[in-house]
């Protein structure tokens, strides 16, 4: 999230969450420009910061300036334990890192490309080997968009879904599909209700 009509958006279609890039990104937005872009925010919804390879000074001197809830964690790092809960991410191709369970969150993510999230792919969910996966901290990621959502979550069972590029349009976020996104997990969400 970079500017005001898009987390009117998010925060109007029901997000439970928003994202700031802090990494080196086109999304990468600064600590003082979060705590401006948020000051209105209710307060149920939370702050994630998203971070790659950070040390941890960095980490806890940002969030204490844009004043974050959460700490995304991308890319090598040592860090588990921060003033802030923490939600690992990590790909397919980290499956039998079993530290990553000492995470409170798990944002499973298609694996890193140019940039390691918000590349806009997709990845094989058949390649999960679902046997292990805590669901009670699953998030999710990797390539989503208000066409496909309701499918990952029929699949995954996730406690979240992320979305970034799915929801842009020219690299900018578009709060027409950032409010689809909404609707389209809102009513996946409700399926899954009646079905239980």
């Not at 994630?48 to 959460?70: C, M, N, R, Y």
């Not at 039998?96 to 409170?104: E, N």
């Not at 990797?142 to 995954?156: D, H, Q, S």
Request: glycine share 8%; charged share 25%; aromatic share 8%.
């Amino acid at each position: 999230m970079k500017n005001f009509a898009a987390i009117e958006a998010a925060v109007e279609g029901g997000a439970n969450y928003l994202g700031f890039v802090f990494a080196e990104s086109p999304r990468q937005v600064t600590a003082e420009n979060v705590r401006r872009l948020t000051s209105g925010i209710p307060k149920e919804v939370k702050k994630v910061g998203v971070f790659v390879s950070p040390t941890q000074a960095e980490v806890e001197e940002t969030a204490e300036i844009a004043g974050l809830d959460l700490i995304q964690l991308h890319g090598q790092t040592n860090l588990i334990k921060l003033a802030y809960p923490i939600i690992r991410a990590f790909s397919i191709q980290d499956q039998d890192s079993s530290y990553f369970y000492q995470y409170p969150h798990l944002l499973l993510d298609a694996p890193p490309a140019k940039l390691m999230g918000g590349n806009g792919r997709t990845f094989d969910w058949q390649q999960v080997d679902q046997r292990h996966l805590p669901k009670e901290k699953l998030w999710l990621a990797g390539g989503l968009n208000a066409e496909n959502v309701a499918e990952a979550i029929r699949f995954f069972q996730p406690q979240v879904v992320d979305v970034s590029s799915g929801v842009e349009t020219a690299g900018e976020k578009d709060p027409e599909k950032i409010k689809a996104f909404c609707q389209a997990v809102k009513a996946a969400d409700n399926e899954d209700r009646k079905n239980k």
